[in-house]
T-cell receptor, first 118, second 110 residues
Framework: NAGVTQTPKFQVLKTGQSMTLQCAQD?????MYWYRQDPGMGLRLIYY???????DKGEVPNGYNVSRLNKREFSLRLESAAPSQTSVYFC?????????????????FGAGSRLTVL | AQRVTQPEKLLSVFKGAPVELKCNYS??????LFWYVQYSRQRLQLLLR??SRESIKGFTADLNKGETSFHLKKPFAQEEDSAMYYC????????????FGKGTRLSVIA
């Protein structure tokens, strides 16, 4: 059981180049997410997909696009990379665990992708 | 809007000393609160969630609705507890994604 798999692990881009971060999960989760992690800023949500066929903006969506290709895969695309997008990117998926009539999503994270934009 | 505040960027304690990582939230409804942890060179992972009322690796966290806090505590810190800790909030319905705090790096000194 691989869980959440992200590729690539590391990438160096020049300003203006484009690239796609790939994410796949094998846990049959409905919801998937892309976060970025920056020192002193914590984890900030870029985009999420509550179910196959839907995507929604998070806190910091500018400069990014996403595609929920199917239930397993959720990709993040940088069309024209900027130095401000240098970060560690985490993909996650979640299952809704309910107790006593309520519940919440518990996230499983990928290993992260370290992106440097020069 | 929901918000999570972790006031300390870095917390250093000696091995065997008590640890308290602070987390305050703002949300008018019934929150679901979590602590996630990232050990060096490992993935972010769930440490505990308040509704489970469990103790994981000696850590506990109590939801205080009056003070809107969910502080993480451990009576005796171990070196292996050194990590980045994130407090996170979700609305009770689970319809909105988790909101994370900025994180606290815990360093346990031998």
């Amino acid at each position: 059981n691989a869980g959440v798999t992200q590729t690539p692990k590391f990438q160096v881009l020049k300003t203006g180049q484009s690239m796609t971060l790939q994410c796949a999960q094998d846990m049959n989760h409905n919801s998937m997410y892309w976060y970025r992690q920056d020192p002193g800023m914590g984890l900030r949500l870029i985009y999420y997909s509550a179910s196959e066929g839907t995507t929604d903006k998070g806190e910091v969506p500018n400069g990014y696009n996403v595609s929920r290709l199917n239930k397993r895969e959720f990709s993040l695309r940088l069309e024209s990379a900027a130095p401000s997008q240098t970060s560690v990117y985490f993909c996650a998926s979640s299952e809704f665990l309910g107790t006593g009539g309520g519940g919440a999503n518990v996230l499983t994270f990928g290993a992260g992708s370290r992106l440097t934009v020069l | 809007a929901q918000r999570v505040t972790q006031p300390e960027k870095l917390l250093s304690v000696f091995k065997g000393a008590p640890v308290e990582l602070k987390c305050n939230y703002s949300y008018s409804g019934s929150p679901e609160l979590f602590w996630y942890v990232q050990y060096s060179r490992q993935r972010l992972q769930l440490l505990l969630r308040h509704i489970s009322r469990e103790s994981i690796k000696g850590f506990t966290a109590d939801l205080n609705k009056g003070e809107t806090s969910f502080h993480l505590k451990k009576p005796f810190a171990q070196e292996e507890d050194s990590a980045m800790y994130y407090c996170a909030l979700e609305t009770y319905s689970g319809n909105t994604p988790l909101v994370f705090g900025k994180g606290t790096r815990l360093s346990v000194i031998a």
